[in-house]
């Protein structure tokens, strides 16, 4: 089963059986898809496959399902920086109910070893197969994620219609308001819904909170996060991004 409790009451996943019903309905949904299609290429987006499949039999299950159904399979993957992917996982512990502060979140959260989750992946997949870039301004094209994304991916993004973000993270103003919620209500019901008292109340108490600024991290903050990740970016660097000076 997958392990976040939020996704499953979502997916409505309450034993083993339901996932893997779920599983060969998109398979089913996926071979009717590629059967009524003349495209030459397919291209999937999900920020939860790099998170949650961290075991080489994991990532392997992926590959053989994806090979059974295309001839050439590459996977692309973007890594942030520290500072910023701690930022953006509180965000989200905050949207799915979490009550601590960034300083607690920070103590337990702020060690993001990519290159112990790297290894696996280069271990299965091969380096062949892997593109690993970094989400950094120098290291994109002309500093652009879309631009990057669009030249790894052989698309010309000339004429494309660039939408507004939408999950950014939360404000400061916005997570103190949703922390004494969290603290109070559940963020769903039982059946995986938005709770609605929950949601009314995110709702009209949100303007209170617009002109709040974003959450940033101390310089002090940085320098602990450099440190702490300092090894691990260093072994990732000598061996993908030997030509940089500094993996970040």
């Known amino acids: 089963m997958i392990a976040p409790e939020l996704e499953r009451r ?34 999937g987006s999900s920020e939860h496959i790099h998170a949650w499949l961290t075991a080489p039999a994991q990532i392997a299950a992926l590959d053989a399902f994806l090979t059974a159904h295309f001839k050439e399979v590459v996977y692309l993957l973007y890594l942030r920086p520290q500072e910023d992917l701690v930022i953006s996982t509180y965000s989200e512990a905050i949207r799915r109910g979490a009550r601590h502060d960034f300083a607690t979140h920070l103590a337990r959260h702020g060690r993001i070893d990519h290159w112990r989750r790297l290894k696996p992946w280069l271990e299965v997949i091969g380096r062949a197969r892997l593109q690993v870039r970094l989400m950094v301004p120098d290291a994109l094209e002309n500093g652009d994620l879309l631009d990057d994304f669009c030249a790894a991916a052989g698309i010309d993004p000339a004429g494309l219609a660039r939408s507004a973000r939408m999950n950014t993270g939360l ?12 603290a109070i209500l559940p963020v769903q019901t039982r059946s995986g819904d938005p709770h609605p008292i929950y949601t009314r109340l995110l709702r009209r108490l949100a303007p209170l909170c617009a002109r709040s600024g974003r959450l940033t991290l101390s310089d002090e903050q940085i320098e602990d996060l450099r440190a702490r990740n300092s090894e691990a970016n260093e072994k990732l660097r000598r061996r993908l991004f030997y030509h940089r000076s500094a993996l970040f």
């Open 10 to 43: 979502r997916l409505g996943f309450r034993a083993r059986a339901d996932q893997r019903a779920y599983v060969a309905a998109y398979a089913d949904h996926l071979r009717a898809t590629l059967a009524a299609s003349d495209l030459s290429r397919f291209i």
């Open 171 to 182: 404000s400061a103003g916005e997570i103190a308001l949703r922390r004494l919620l969290n």
